[in-house]
T-cell receptor, first 115, second 114 residues
Framework: AQSVTQLDSQVPVFEEAPVELRCNYS??????LFWYVQYPNQGLQLLLKYLSGSTLVKGINGFEAEFNKSQTSFHLRKPSVHISDTAEYFCAVSEHGGATNKLIFGTGTLLAVQP | KAGVTQTPRYLIKTRGQQVTLSCSPI?????VSWYQQTPGQGLQFLFE???????NKGNFPGRFSGRQFSNSRSEMNVSTLELGDSALYLC?????????????FGPGTRLTVL
């Protein structure tokens, strides 16, 4: 079984400051890792994913994340945030190579960008 | 290319009633998954369908059911509604279920149970 932990329920940050949203996971099998963003009254949009290969992955809107297998982490970073980045961010995993797309989500982190 | 569509977008029901939600996947996608999103429990997997067959099911009571049609459209049904069923129900579609296939999410149906 897999589980995902997002320790920070809310992260306030000033515009143009850097931000890191933390994600740790637990799994007995290899997993794919994802970050999704959800804007108010909308569905989920994929920001970036780690499938294999380079542990540093770049996504849309200037976000990037680094997979750390030894620490079972997949933290999301952005060097300079904008007001428009205000949204809820979800870390998720799915089983690597399994015959399923089932996603296990963390509880989400609300990124609140202040002017 | 049109995205995933879900109907209706908003729904209000009373306890004990039943409800059917619909999801139309992206053209060509054959896999549909459903998730429930609540403030208390977060995002939880309900079920996954591929080519009209349920491939995976989450830990929900039997009141929650679903199906997929030959055109890949999917419906989920909740019978005997409870207050705790109030949630945003999200549908996601992908090409298939093997290996990695990116899932595309719809805007969701917000169900309120009174």
């Amino acid at each position: 079984a897999q589980s995902v932990t997002q320790l920070d329920s809310q992260v306030p940050v000033f515009e143009e400051a850097p931000v890191e949203l933390r994600c740790n996971y637990s799994s007995s099998v290899s997993v794919y890792l994802f970050w999704y963003v959800q804007y108010p009254n909308q569905g989920l949009q994929l920001l970036l994913k780690y499938l294999s290969g380079s542990t540093l992955v770049k996504g849309i809107n200037g976000f990037e994340a680094e997979f750390n297998k030894s620490q079972t982490s997949f933290h999301l970073r952005k060097p300079s945030v904008h007001i428009s980045d205000t949204a809820e961010y979800f870390c998720a995993v799915s089983e690597h190579g399994g015959a399923t797309n089932k996603l296990i989500f963390g509880t989400g982190t609300l990124l609140a960008v202040q002017p | 290319k049109a995205g995933v569509t879900q109907t209706p977008r908003y729904l209000i029901k009373t306890r004990g009633q039943q409800v059917t939600l619909s999801c139309s996947p992206i053209s060509g996608h054959r896999s549909v998954s459903w998730y429930q999103q609540t403030p208390g429990q977060g995002l939880q997997f309900l079920f996954e369908y591929f080519s009209e067959t349920q491939r995976n099911k989450g830990n929900f009571p039997g009141r929650f059911s679903g199906r997929q049609f030959s055109n890949s459209r999917s419906e989920m049904n909740v019978s005997t509604l409870e207050l705790g069923d109030s949630a945003l129900y999200l549908c996601a579609s992908s090409l298939a279920t093997s290996s990695y296939n990116e899932q595309f999410f719809g805007p969701g149906t917000r169900l309120t149970v009174l």
